[in-house]
């Protein structure tokens, strides 16, 4: 019996959750592997309401006791506030990523047939695309040493060999279950820390001599991510860079709806979610789409639990949903059937009763 902490959090987070559970429940209810049990915790802006704070004590413990994590969204105006010392509710996410351990964000940009004209390139260079951006969350010149003296303010990008190394493996791992093609990006020609990083990528290759490695400066990737999208497998890379290649990759699907993440680190606890926000515009109104919420479970089953069928399934159904044109609001063409948040979580269901 596998145990899933569930953080709903705010604004659209607890409308695209229920559907996400309506999936796994379909899942279970099919799949004798997969039996599950779930809690909820309070995070973000609910957790301030109901405790005063972002991340109470107990739902680090819930989250440090589970299998997995699934998190919908947090924040929102009403506790937006600039105030320094000031409770908000990101401070929810930062922190169950540090209690966690999160130190590798796994962000797959799959373009979907059918959904090709929502992005901003031509569709010709986007049929095949299927990126996996592995991209450091705890190291890098997010956390190294910074000061301001009088004019002057700086930042430190520090990594050591084993924080680079851990990364990495988690890289090459998944591109001998994917497409064998890593990318390892950094800025050799310039930073120390990236010649170390260029080090270790070949270090680690020798326990990979399947897998095909490439060293990419940072520039040039983000060149080539919209010259030829295609060419990419497995892209691995530090925290400044992958923040900046992840967002510019997720656009090659054109639409922030579809795309699901995930984070995974050395407590053994990964938690999933949406990349998206709360949409506080559309909370309450059943429209937002919950189909990156219902991808992130997919990555759940495949990464925390192994159930490669049962993620295969999930996918293959919203496949199929788009490609018979049903659509929320977010991803609406014309021709195309309008569906309601919860409309698209039962089709969804609908459709991995009917596929075995
Ligand atoms: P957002 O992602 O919430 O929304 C941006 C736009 O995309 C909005 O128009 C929204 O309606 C739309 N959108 C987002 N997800 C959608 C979905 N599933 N279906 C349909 N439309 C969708 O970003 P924002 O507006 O910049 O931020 C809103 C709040 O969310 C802020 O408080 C922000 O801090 C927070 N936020 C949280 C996370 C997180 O929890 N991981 C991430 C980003 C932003």
């Known amino acids: 019996m596998y145990k899933i902490a569930l953080l709903a959090g705010d604004g659209i987070?607890?409308?695209?959750?229920?559907?996400?559970?309506?999936?796994?429940?379909?899942?279970?209810?099919?799949?004798?592997?997969?039996?599950?049990?779930?809690?909820?915790?309070?995070?973000?802006?609910?957790?301030?309401?109901?405790?005063?704070?972002?991340?109470?004590?107990?739902?680090?413990?819930?989250?440090?006791?589970?299998?997995?994590?699934?998190?919908?969204?947090?924040?929102?105006?009403?506790?937006?506030?600039?105030?320094?010392?000031?409770?908000?509710?990101?401070?929810?996410?930062?922190g169950i990523r540090k209690e966690l351990e999160l130190f590798a964000n796994l962000r797959p940009v799959k373009i979907f047939d059918a959904l090709i004209d929502s992005s901003t390139l031509k569709p010709e260079y986007l049929h095949g695309v299927d990126v996996m951006v592995v991209r450091e969350l705890t190291g890098g010149i997010y956390f190294g040493e910074r000061k301001r003296i009088g004019d002057r303010a700086f930042d430190t990008c520090?990594?050591?060999?084993?924080?680079?190394?851990?990364?990495?493996?988690?890289?090459?791992d998944l591109a001998r279950k994917r497409g064998k093609k890593v990318h390892s990006v950094d800025k050799a020609n310039v930073l120390e820390s990236s010649r170390l990083w260029r080090e270790a990528a070949v270090k680690v290759h020798e326990d990979y001599k399947d897998i095909e490695l490439n060293h990419m400066l940072v520039d040039n990737c983000a060149?080539?991510?919209?010259?030829?999208?295609?060419?990419f497998?497995?892209?691995?890379?530090?925290?400044?860079?992958?923040?900046?290649?992840?967002?510019?990759?997720?656009?090659?699907?054109?639409?922030?709806?579809?795309?699901?993440?995930?984070?995974?680190?050395?407590?053994?606890?990964?938690?999933?979610?949406?990349s998206h926000g709360s949409a506080p515009d559309i909370a309450g109104q059943n429209q937002a789409n919950p189909l990156a919420t219902i991808m992130s479970v997919s990555l759940m089953l495949r990464y925390s639990f192994d159930l490669m069928d049962e993620a295969d399934r999930i996918d293959n159904a919203i496949e199929e949903v788009l490609n018979n044109r049903f659509r929320t609001a977010d991803i609406m063409e014309d021709g195309a059937t309008r569906l309601s948040t919860t409309e698209m979580g039962k089709k969804i269901v609908d459709t991995l009763k009917t596929d075995r």
């Open 158 to 172: 520090d990594y050591t060999f084993s924080e680079i190394e851990r990364l990495l493996r988690i890289g090459f």
């Open 233 to 274: 497998d497995v892209i691995a890379t530090g925290n400044m860079f992958g923040d900046i290649l992840s967002d510019e990759a997720s656009m090659l699907t054109g639409s922030l709806g579809m795309l699901a993440s995930a984070s995974l680190g050395s407590s053994g606890v990964s938690l999933y979610e949406p």
């Open 223 to 231: 060149m080539q991510l919209i010259r030829n999208p295609a060419q």
């Open 13 to 94: 987070g607890p409308e695209i959750i229920k559907e996400a559970l309506n999936v796994l429940d379909a899942i279970s209810e099919s799949s004798p592997s997969f039996q599950y049990e779930v809690e909820e915790a309070l995070i973000g802006g609910i957790a301030i309401d109901e405790t005063g704070i972002a991340l109470p004590k107990e739902t680090v413990e819930l989250c440090r006791g589970s299998d997995a994590v699934l998190l919908g969204a947090v924040g929102g105006p009403k506790w937006d506030n600039t105030d320094p010392g000031g409770v908000r509710p990101e401070q929810g996410l930062l």
